[in-house]
């Protein structure tokens, strides 16, 4: 059905105000996740919210900066409600890369967020280069191995060009665990090949599944491993599975200013030339390269046009649920 998008707004405010988070607080965190859902990253948006707020009301304190080694910095998410958390993670990175020409940020001790796209598409909206990932517990497997190692290990990356940041934002599994999470609750299946069972072979039933399944053979894997280490033993965090609770989550926060302190300004036109080139080349249907980012870009602007989105029953329920209970 579709709902409009500020009934939702005002719903998802409710839940937060419950949770005891101020005005500008439930804001932050409401932008967060709404952003998803316009976007059409329905796994990460109205029901991922709709579950982590249930652990809003757990948050210990502020986040902080633990360790700070000039252009590298470790952050404690003092429990913080993730995208409250990961925002100061990102502030701080970002300052780094403006005063040092690049910032590398961890962070653990949070809760969960959202997509990933929408910090690093922050980062871009500053004018640079940012890299934005995490780890999780051992939730990911390849193909014919009997048992999950590594974390899903998303990551995105964004860059700034002319008519706004370009966005990659991917999980190195075939589907995220929130597409197994709302299978669980009835909304929606599996496809085949997402998941594996606890004998290590594909399933679509999702009460089956125990793992999922890293994409691109060795090549995703070594993706994922990448990313596994970037959130983990850079700096020690665990990895893999050692990870046992969500506030054992690693993030990592990368981000390149490249006027390296105003000495280069060219980097949005090198950027822009780049995309105009891609976004040219033909495919063989007729049409030309789609640049991945645009195209949520246009599903964002056009929900926002009509005022409304699509949620599923299921969801706007739970969503209505919570917004009571508060």
């Known amino acids: 059905m579709r ?32 952003d998803g859902e316009l976007r059409g990253r329905t796994s990460h948006g109205v029901a991922k919210f709709c579950f982590e707020s249930q652990f809003f009301g757990t948050r210990a304190g502020k986040p902080f900066v633990v360790e700070d080694f000039g252009a590298v910095a470790v952050v404690d998410g003092a429990r913080e409600v993730g995208p409250l958390s990961v925002g100061f993670a990102v502030d701080v990175v970002v300052e780094k890369a403006r005063r040092f020409g690049i910032g590398l940020v961890g962070m653990n001790n949070t ?108 090549k995703g894997f070594a993706l994922s491993l990448l990313v596994q280490l970037l959130t983990g033993s850079v700096f020690g965090f665990p990895m893999g599975e050692r990870v046992e609770s969500l506030l054992d989550t690693g993030y990592a926060f990368l981000a390149v200013d490249p006027s390296f302190g105003g000495g280069r300004r060219t980097f949005v036109d090198e950027n822009s030339a780049l995309v105009r080139a891609l976004t040219s080349v033909p495919m063989r249907d007729g049409g030309t390269l789609r640049l991945f980012g645009r195209e949520s870009d246009a599903v964002r602007a056009a929900a926002l046009a009509e005022g409304r989105i699509r949620l599923g029953a299921g969801v706007l329920e739970r969503l209505r649920s919570s917004a009571r209970r508060s």
Do not use: K
């Not at 719903?11 to 996740?33: P, R």
């Not at 060009?161 to 609750?185: H, N």
């Open 111 to 218: 809760q969960r967020h959202g997509a990933l796209g929408y910090w690093t598409r922050r980062i871009a909206e500053q004018g640079q280069l940012g890299v934005v990932m995490n780890t999780s517990t051992a939730d990911s497997t390849v193909v014919g191995a009997t048992r999950a190692f590594l974390g899903v290990n998303p990551l995105s990356f964004a860059f700034p060009a002319e008519g706004g940041p370009v966005v990659a934002d991917l999980s190195t599994t075939v589907a995220p665990m929130g597409r197994l999470w709302e299978a669980r609750r009835g909304n929606g299946g599996l496809e085949d090949g997402q998941f594996v069972d606890a004998g290590g072979g594909f399933t679509t039933n999702p009460d089956e599944a125990t793992a999922a399944v890293i994409f691109g053979g060795h």
């Open 3 to 34: 709902v409009p998008i500020e009934e939702v707004r005002r719903l998802m405010t409710a839940v937060c105000a419950g949770a005891g988070l101020s005005e500008v607080e439930s804001g932050l965190v409401v932008d967060h996740y709404l």
